[in-house]
């Protein structure tokens, strides 16, 4: 059985999330009514010799000679550099605004790719194939394409929706266990933010998803794309409610701006995981909510294998956290914006949070 989760909005044409099993061998099939002679596949090195031939294969059946392109796994190649191989990897192979790239991997290769599609000749169309599950319950859903700089993460980019999304939960079974459980941080955020029943369900009944458990995987990608579909509705630019997106992320990158973005020391979604930790002890500090919440919620990253605390990571100092903090895309004018909690399942967005509040907190949280 295949899910159909559609995406739509005022300023952008709608497109569909399909969710289910075997979707990358049947690519061809799924995307026959948007497929061009000239279709390039963007795939990192890694994931190019796992699920590259089964592209390819799908898009030959299909009658169509795809191309792929391959570019270097990790974060570093969200960058200009990066963007620039792969613009010229583009012209290299002849397309043309009509034409059609496909971007089959985890989230770098999605914002990569997808940035690509948006300035290539001023825009082309492109089709994710998420391979990772932070990529399929995130980054590929809600047209958010960009890159890195040395300033900050996700700095420079552009909305540019997809024009098909393919979450195949089979190949979830090739991820390593700790890219697995970044995910699910990813999961878990989406029951924080709206849904208190569904967090619920993924703290008991399918917390298996978090080992790898594709019975408990697949509604949990269903359901946390319904949930992002539904913000990106509302709010495709980020003017208001889908900012709650990034519960945890403020912290996160933070965390992840101070460690340079190197994964070995920290993935985006334990950055995240303790991000979202940080958010409800914060909230809970201000009495915003229930203490309780806050240690549910830590409780419950804890029990997926994720990190909830700065321990471990190296010293960090608060001010410079805050700094990057308010550098962060959500913060006007220098003041910090935090997507805080009444409780499990109704997030808020705190404009104008009081920095002094923020750098006690930080110091409380073991930052220098």
């Not at 190019?48 to 299909?62: C, D, N, P």
């Not at 509705?233 to 973005?261: C, P, Q, W």
Request: glycine share 12%.
């Amino acid at each position: 059985m295949v899910n159909i989760v559609p995406v739509s909005g005022q300023g952008f044409r709608p497109y569909e999330v399909h969710i289910g099993r075997g979707l990358l061998a049947d690519a061809g099939e799924r995307l026959a009514d948007i497929l061009r002679t000239r279709t390039v596949v963007v795939a990192d090195e890694n994931v190019a010799r796992t699920h590259g031939a089964t592209v390819i294969g799908a898009l030959r059946r299909a009658g169509v000679e795809g191309a792929l392109v391959q570019v270097p796994p990790g974060e570093a190649s969200k960058s200009w550099r990066g963007l620039e191989r792969l613009c010229d990897a583009l012209s290299e192979q002849g397309l043309d605004r009509k034409d059609l790239i496909l971007a089959l991997g985890g989230g770098v290769v999605g914002d990569l790719a997808g940035l690509a599609a948006a300035l290539y000749m001023r825009g082309i169309d492109f089709v994710q194939l998420p391979t990772s599950l932070l990529a399929q319950v995130d980054s590929s859903v809600g047209g958010k394409t960009a890159i890195d700089t040395r300033h900050g993460k996700n700095l420079i980019g552009a909305f540019h929706q997809p024009r098909r999304v393919l979450a195949d939960i089979d190949v979830l079974a090739t991820l390593p266990p700790r890219q697995l459980r970044s995910g699910w941080a990813e999961v878990l955020k989406h029951g924080l933010i709206r849904d208190a029943a569904y967090f619920e369900w993924l703290a008991g009944q399918g917390a298996s998803g978090a080992s790898g458990d594709p019975d408990a995987l697949e509604p949990a990608v269903v359901r946390s794309v319904e949930i992002k579909a539904a913000v990106v509705s509302e709010d495709e630019k980020e003017a208001g409610v889908r900012a709650l997106l990034n519960l945890g992320h403020t912290f996160g990158h933070a965390l992840e701006a101070e460690l340079g973005f190197d994964e070995a020391i920290l993935t985006h979604g334990e950055a995240v995981a303790i991000g979202c930790a940080m958010a409800f002890r914060f909230s809970a500090r201000e009495k915003l909510c229930a203490p309780g919440d806050a240690n549910l919620v830590e409780s419950t990253f804890i029990a997926a294998g994720l990190p909830t605390r700065l321990d471990g990571l190296g010293g960090f100092s608060a001010d410079a956290l805050l700094k990057r903090m308010a550098g962060d895309k959500k913060a006007e004018g220098g003041r910090l914006t935090l997507i805080l909690a009444r409780a499990i399942g109704d997030a808020f967005v705190q404009r104008d949070v009081d920095d002094a509040a923020v750098r006690s907190f930080l110091i409380e949280e073991g930052a220098a």
